[in-house]
């Protein structure tokens, strides 16, 4: 019986380090993310906080509810305020942008955040939107959720066959840049196949990937022969005039 005893008293003893040990990996990881995050520019910043932070996304709102809105997935290990810019822009035309605040900033770990915003306005209808590897999340989810989504919007982003469209009539805007370092090109093409026919295309000169947000250098990027506040411009405008044809 004692015997029994220190063999339970010593299993509990392994458990308990055990979850100790993944407590501090987990706690060591989030670290880890949050310094090699990439964070917004002091003017980015600065805008972001004008608009509502509701814990799980900012909300950038128009003064017209009833519009369409956009829910975006921002870029992996980019702050979400870095987006802030050409968010402002496309509310002051008229369309609520709601800016989402993934686990750890990788949209990969909430595929599904979008329910956030969705489940409380079940009645309305939002287009997808996302940076990078926040585009492909973002276009997943609007596959499982086509009821409600009115459009999708890539910012140097594509789908991947999980999150293929070609089958639907959605409204598709994807936006690059001629300078974009990051972006794998050659992927970007194959993946235009799960897009519908219909997709629109554009090409922003002289920016380049981090442009898409305002957060400064991206490794591996190329650097922009426009400034950031151009590259902003650019991106809110063709947003805000695509929106404008999808209602």
Known sequence: MKRQGKKKSLGKKIGIGLVVVLILLIGSVGIY????TYQATD???KISQTAQNEGSYTLYASENDESVGVIFYPGALVAPESYSLWATQVAKAGYDVYVMH????????SPNIADKVSED???RKFVLAGHSLGGVMAS????NNLAQVAGMLFLASYPDEKGSLKETDLPVLSITATND???NWDNYERAKQYLPKAADYLSID?????GFGSYGAQKGDKEATISNAEQQEEIGDAISQWLGTIE
């Open 33 to 36: 993310l949050k310094f090699a």
């Open 43 to 45: 003017e980015a910043q």
């Open 102 to 109: 993934p686990t750890f900033n990788l949209a990969v770990l």
């Open 121 to 123: 306005q079940p009645d």
């Open 140 to 143: 997943r989810y609007a596959k």
């Open 181 to 183: 370092g990051v972006l």
């Open 206 to 210: 002289g920016g380049n990937h981090a």
